[in-house]
């Protein structure tokens, strides 16, 4: 229903720039909210940046003032643009598309992920 691909990962330095990609496909009409997660070895999948239809944003504390979550409704696709990034970013970064249909009931979808790598 919702198919969604992400691109941008790669390999940074320390207080280097990436820019993360997602574009949407299917009943994306549908859809309330896109937020990006990450998932570092060993560690629970967080969620790192959320925007809503409405263009209402919200962040993660730990990347507050470096990452920035913006959308193009015209490609059908959010960015992620992470800035001064530390090597506790590295996870790998998943797209998500969120459609509530009720107040109990929630649907998700995913990316594959893309992996970000900061490492010197």
């Known amino acids: 229903q919702v198919q969604l691909v992400e691109s941008g990962g790669g390999l940074v330095q320390p207080g280097g720039s990436l820019r993360l990609s997602c574009s949407a496909s299917?009943?994306?009409?549908?859809?309330?909210?896109m937020g990006w997660y990450r998932q570092a070895p060993g560690e629970q999948r967080e969620l790192v940046a959320a925007?809503?239809?409405?263009?209402?944003?919200n962040y993660t504390d730990s990347v507050k003032g470096r990452f920035t979550i913006s959308r193009d409704n015209a490609k059908n696709t959010v960015y992620l643009q992470m800035n001064r990034l530390i090597p506790e970013d590295t996870a790998v970064y998943y797209c998500?598309?969120?459609?509530?249909?009720?107040?109990?009931?929630?649907?998700?979808?995913w990316g594959r992920g893309t992996l970000v790598t900061v490492s010197s």
């Open positions: 998500n598309a969120r459609k509530v249909i009720t107040t109990t009931t929630i649907d998700d979808y």
């Open positions: 299917g009943r994306i009409f549908s859809i309330n909210a």
């Open positions: 925007i809503t239809n409405g263009g209402s944003t």
